[in-house]
């Protein structure tokens, strides 16, 4: 089996059809057909089935994806290293960070990087969470600062920076700040607004409800949070959030919801994590370095944003 071959199946799973795969890979349809032929001969086991929508991994071919699909990409990370040796450069680094995490920290870190490192080149993406932790484990980020995830931690080296701390929030007109100790089931049957359901916050709050056995959060609006503005979704209206009780938000008319942190604890570490067994550039390593550095003053406050 050739490298090649690992891009053949890859290709052919990712596109869900031989045509599709060999037109991306610049073959010929029989070409990669015979390619798949060959290589299931070879392990001895149908690697996929095919029916009039295309082609499906078999339970074997499965497996089998998965393992050369760690294989390639640990082909690919030999591949960066061997080119950085011998160009002698000081590379790209691709970093991704989550909206949960001040940009100041990210923004700063990128400055300083460049001011060391004068050749270096910085590919900086701004994302949910979820979908970086997907592009870290593919290999097209080489770091992401973000919430420490609840699964799939063991794909992952995490570095721990800070612990970040959220609040559910309401305009300062909302009849619930009246209440001197609310708690969380004066909540139940105000209306929400909540990012998707993959998101851990919106996970967080809905599993606080169901441990005391109440009805969920009323969603209202769902956001997938990637800009500050929403804040402005619950000014002078009764929606309920979950964001930063930071000074400048009073300034717009938001107060926060101060509930027990037993009822509903918002506590999130924040991280920067790196694919487990990946190469690790001198880049990246400084880069984590840089941003240890300007992480160390934040503390625990009511700052965060949401995931």
């Known amino acids: 089996m050739e490298t090649r ?11 869900g059809g031989i045509g599709r795969a060999a037109a991306t890979l610049g073959i010929t349809q029989p070409a990669l057909t015979k390619a798949v032929k060959r290589l299931e001969a070879e392990v001895g086991l149908r690697l996929f089935e095919r029916s009039a929508r295309g082609v499906s991994p078999t339970s074997a071919g499965a497996l089998f994806i998965e393992r050369i699909r760690a294989i390639h990409r640990d082909y690919e990370d030999v591949l960066t290293q061997m080119r950085a040796i011998q160009s002698g450069t000081q590379g790209i680094l691709s970093l991704g960070y989550s909206p949960s995490v001040p940009d100041t920290i990210v923004l700063d870190a990128c400055r300083q990087l460049i001011l060391d490192r004068p050749a270096a080149q910085i590919r900086l993406r701004r994302m949910l969470a979820p979908d970086l932790l997907d592009l870290l484990t593919e290999g097209s980020l080489d770091l992401v600062v973000a919430p420490v995830p609840n699964q799939r931690a063991a794909e992952f080296v995490v570095r721990e920076l800070f612990t970040d701390v959220l609040t559910v929030i309401a305009d300062e007109k909302h009849p619930l700040l009246r209440k001197r100790k609310p708690k969380l089931a004066d909540l139940v049957g105000h209306d929400w607004l909540l990012p998707g359901s993959h998101v851990a916050v919106r996970q967080h709050v ?35 959030g979950v964001a ?22 918002l506590r999130r570490h924040i991280a920067i994590l790196s694919r487990a067994g990946a190469y690790m550039s001198p880049l990246a390593r400084r880069m984590i370095s840089i941003v240890e550095q300007h992480s160390r003053g934040v503390r625990p406050t009511l700052r965060g944003r949401s995931e």
């Open 5 to 15: 071959d690992l891009e053949f199946i890859l290709a052919v799973h990712a596109h």
């Open 206 to 240: 809905e599993a606080a409800f169901r441990k005391q056995g109440l009805p969920p959060p009323v969603l209202r609006i769902e956001t997938d949070f990637s800009s500050r503005s929403f804040i402005h979704l619950v000014r002078n209206t009764k929606l309920l």
């Open 244 to 265: 930063s009780a930071a000074p400048k938000l009073m300034t717009v008319g938001i107060r926060p919801i101060r509930l027990d942190p037993q009822e509903l604890d």
